[in-house]
Protein backbone atom coordinates (compact mmCIF):
# COMPACT_ATOMS: atom_id res chain seq x y z
CA UNK A 1 0.00 0.00 0.00
CA UNK A 2 1.22 3.76 -1.01
CA UNK A 3 -1.41 5.74 0.94
CA UNK A 4 0.20 6.52 4.30
CA UNK A 5 -2.08 8.41 7.50
CA UNK A 6 -0.50 11.56 7.58
CA UNK A 7 -0.22 13.48 11.16
CA UNK A 8 -1.52 17.39 10.86
CA UNK A 9 0.46 19.05 13.51
CA UNK A 10 -1.46 22.27 14.46
CA UNK A 11 0.91 23.74 17.15
CA UNK A 12 4.81 22.99 15.97
CA UNK A 13 5.98 21.26 12.95
CA UNK A 14 6.41 18.00 14.21
CA UNK A 15 6.49 15.05 11.46
CA UNK A 16 5.15 11.60 12.52
CA UNK A 17 8.66 10.09 11.84
CA UNK A 18 11.69 12.37 12.99
CA UNK A 19 10.65 13.37 16.46
CA UNK A 20 11.74 9.83 18.58
CA UNK A 21 15.27 9.52 17.84
CA UNK A 22 16.07 12.35 20.55
CA UNK A 23 15.81 11.64 24.12
CA UNK A 24 12.24 10.72 25.47
CA UNK A 25 10.17 13.78 26.06
CA UNK A 26 8.36 13.75 29.59
CA UNK A 27 5.69 15.31 28.22
CA UNK A 28 4.72 13.15 25.71
CA UNK A 29 1.09 12.12 26.02
CA UNK A 30 1.36 9.01 23.62
CA UNK A 31 4.59 7.43 22.14
CA UNK A 32 4.81 5.20 19.17
CA UNK A 33 7.47 3.15 18.13
CA UNK A 34 8.24 1.02 15.26
CA UNK A 35 4.37 0.17 15.36
CA UNK A 36 3.40 -2.57 12.81
CA UNK A 37 -0.41 -3.71 12.12
CA UNK A 38 -0.88 -6.50 10.33
CA UNK A 39 -4.35 -8.56 9.79
CA UNK A 40 -5.05 -12.18 8.05
CA UNK A 41 -7.54 -11.62 5.51
CA UNK A 42 -8.85 -14.66 3.47
CA UNK A 43 -6.54 -13.15 0.60
CA UNK A 44 -3.16 -13.05 2.54
CA UNK A 45 -1.30 -10.90 5.24
CA UNK A 46 -2.74 -6.85 5.05
CA UNK A 47 -0.38 -4.39 6.38
CA UNK A 48 -2.55 -1.45 7.90
CA UNK A 49 0.86 -0.25 9.63
CA UNK A 50 3.80 -0.16 9.01
CA UNK A 51 6.97 1.00 10.96
CA UNK A 52 5.11 4.19 13.11
CA UNK A 53 7.18 6.00 15.28
CA UNK A 54 5.53 9.20 16.36
CA UNK A 55 5.64 10.96 20.18
CA UNK A 56 2.87 13.47 20.49
CA UNK A 57 3.35 16.35 23.69
CA UNK A 58 1.17 16.74 25.91
CA UNK A 59 -1.55 19.29 25.15
CA UNK A 60 -0.91 19.27 21.42
CA UNK A 61 -4.11 19.24 19.12
CA UNK A 62 -3.48 16.68 16.42
CA UNK A 63 -4.98 15.04 12.71
CA UNK A 64 -4.56 12.62 11.37
CA UNK A 65 -5.49 12.56 7.76
CA UNK A 66 -5.52 10.15 4.75
CA UNK A 67 -7.18 8.41 2.17
CA UNK A 68 -9.92 5.72 3.24
CA UNK A 69 -7.88 2.81 3.72
CA UNK A 70 -4.48 4.17 4.49
CA UNK A 71 -4.72 3.13 8.17
CA UNK A 72 -6.50 5.96 10.37
CA UNK A 73 -8.41 3.93 11.94
CA UNK A 74 -6.18 1.12 13.06
CA UNK A 75 -3.85 3.85 14.41
CA UNK A 76 -6.67 5.25 16.69
CA UNK A 77 -7.58 1.53 17.94
CA UNK A 78 -3.88 0.99 18.79
CA UNK A 79 -3.32 4.63 20.21
CA UNK A 80 -6.98 3.99 22.51
CA UNK A 81 -5.92 0.86 23.86
CA UNK A 82 -8.68 -0.95 21.88
CA UNK A 83 -6.48 -2.93 19.65
CA UNK A 84 -2.96 -4.03 20.11
CA UNK A 85 0.02 -3.82 17.06
CA UNK A 86 1.63 -6.99 15.41
CA UNK A 87 4.88 -5.17 16.82
CA UNK A 88 6.33 -2.33 18.31
CA UNK A 89 6.09 -0.46 21.47
CA UNK A 90 2.78 1.75 22.42
CA UNK A 91 2.84 4.19 25.82
CA UNK A 92 0.31 6.20 26.89
CA UNK A 93 1.44 8.94 29.54
CA UNK A 94 4.48 6.71 29.96
CA UNK A 95 2.67 3.12 30.50
CA UNK A 96 3.57 0.83 28.52
CA UNK A 97 0.36 -0.61 26.43
CA UNK A 98 1.95 -4.03 25.36
CA UNK A 99 2.24 -5.36 28.99
CA UNK A 100 -1.45 -4.48 30.61
CA UNK A 101 -3.65 -6.99 30.83
CA UNK A 102 -7.66 -6.10 29.86
CA UNK A 103 -8.82 -4.93 33.03
CA UNK A 104 -5.56 -2.04 33.04
CA UNK A 105 -6.56 -1.18 29.16
CA UNK A 106 -10.42 -1.09 29.78
CA UNK A 107 -9.56 1.12 32.84
CA UNK A 108 -7.35 2.95 30.91
CA UNK A 109 -9.64 3.21 28.21
CA UNK A 110 -12.61 4.23 30.91
CA UNK A 111 -10.55 7.08 32.49
CA UNK A 112 -8.35 8.35 30.02
CA UNK A 113 -9.59 8.04 26.89
CA UNK A 114 -12.18 9.40 24.69
CA UNK A 115 -13.65 8.28 21.30
CA UNK A 116 -16.23 11.06 19.42
CA UNK A 117 -17.59 9.19 16.97
CA UNK A 118 -18.69 10.32 12.87
CA UNK A 119 -22.05 8.45 13.90
CA UNK A 120 -22.87 8.95 17.58
CA UNK A 121 -22.83 4.99 18.58
CA UNK A 122 -25.87 6.25 21.37
CA UNK A 123 -27.83 3.59 23.43
CA UNK A 124 -31.69 4.75 21.68
CA UNK A 125 -33.76 3.96 24.69
CA UNK A 126 -31.33 6.27 27.16
CA UNK A 127 -32.54 9.75 27.84
CA UNK A 128 -29.16 12.49 26.77
CA UNK A 129 -28.58 12.79 30.15
CA UNK A 130 -28.69 8.69 31.16
CA UNK A 131 -26.56 8.21 27.95
CA UNK A 132 -23.57 10.84 30.06
CA UNK A 133 -23.92 9.65 33.06
CA UNK A 134 -23.44 5.73 31.68
CA UNK A 135 -19.86 5.19 31.97
CA UNK A 136 -19.31 6.51 35.18
CA UNK A 137 -21.40 4.68 36.32
CA UNK A 138 -18.04 2.01 36.10
CA UNK A 139 -16.31 4.77 38.68
CA UNK A 140 -16.60 3.35 41.81
CA UNK A 141 -14.86 6.47 43.27
CA UNK A 142 -17.56 8.98 42.34
CA UNK A 143 -20.71 8.68 44.10
CA UNK A 144 -24.28 8.59 42.47
CA UNK A 145 -24.36 12.74 44.41
CA UNK A 146 -20.82 13.67 42.56
CA UNK A 147 -22.36 11.75 38.98
CA UNK A 148 -25.83 13.87 38.56
CA UNK A 149 -23.49 16.90 39.64
CA UNK A 150 -20.93 15.97 36.43
CA UNK A 151 -24.19 15.25 34.57
CA UNK A 152 -25.61 18.36 34.29
CA UNK A 153 -22.19 20.32 34.44
CA UNK A 154 -21.36 18.77 30.88
CA UNK A 155 -25.02 18.93 29.98
CA UNK A 156 -24.85 22.86 30.57
CA UNK A 157 -21.39 23.33 29.18
CA UNK A 158 -23.20 21.92 25.28
CA UNK A 159 -26.60 23.59 25.69
CA UNK A 160 -28.42 20.04 26.27
CA UNK A 161 -29.55 20.95 29.83
CA UNK A 162 -33.07 20.61 30.46
CA UNK A 163 -33.33 18.36 27.49
CA UNK A 164 -35.18 15.25 28.63
CA UNK A 165 -35.72 13.12 25.38
CA UNK A 166 -34.18 10.23 24.50
CA UNK A 167 -30.96 9.88 22.93
CA UNK A 168 -32.19 8.33 19.85
CA UNK A 169 -34.92 11.15 19.53
CA UNK A 170 -32.51 13.57 20.15
CA UNK A 171 -30.52 11.93 17.59
CA UNK A 172 -33.08 12.17 15.01
CA UNK A 173 -34.22 15.71 15.56
CA UNK A 174 -30.80 16.40 14.99
CA UNK A 175 -31.24 14.16 11.55
CA UNK A 176 -34.28 16.24 10.38
N1 LIG B 1 -9.97 -6.14 11.03
C1 LIG B 1 -9.37 -6.08 9.84
N2 LIG B 1 -9.13 -7.20 9.12
C2 LIG B 1 -8.50 -7.15 7.93
N3 LIG B 1 -8.06 -6.02 7.36
C3 LIG B 1 -8.27 -4.87 8.01
C4 LIG B 1 -8.92 -4.83 9.28
N4 LIG B 1 -8.99 -3.54 9.71
C5 LIG B 1 -8.39 -2.81 8.75
N5 LIG B 1 -7.96 -3.61 7.72
C6 LIG B 1 -7.24 -3.15 6.52
O1 LIG B 1 -6.20 -2.27 6.92
C7 LIG B 1 -6.09 -1.16 6.04
C8 LIG B 1 -6.27 0.11 6.85
O2 LIG B 1 -7.62 0.20 7.30
P1 LIG B 1 -8.15 1.34 8.25
O3 LIG B 1 -7.25 1.47 9.41
O4 LIG B 1 -9.59 1.03 8.53
O5 LIG B 1 -8.01 2.63 7.32
P2 LIG B 1 -8.78 4.04 7.37
O6 LIG B 1 -9.38 4.20 8.73
O7 LIG B 1 -7.70 5.06 7.07
O8 LIG B 1 -9.80 4.00 6.29
C9 LIG B 1 -7.13 -1.38 4.95
O9 LIG B 1 -6.48 -1.99 3.86
C10 LIG B 1 -8.13 -2.31 5.60
O10 LIG B 1 -8.77 -3.12 4.63
MG1 LIG C 1 -11.37 4.62 9.31
Given at each position: ???????????????G?????????????I?????????????????A???????????????V???????K????????G??????????????D???????????L???????V????R???????????????LF?S????????????????????????E???????????
Open positions: MNAVPTLVHTSRNLSHDSVAGLPHDDSIRLQDVHRTFGTDRGACTLRAITLDIPRGDLIAVGPSGSGTSLLNIMGIDKPSRGSVRVENQLMTMGEARLSDRLRRIGFFQDALIPVLTVAESVEFPLREISSVERKRKVSRVLERVGLADKHSAGNALRRRGL
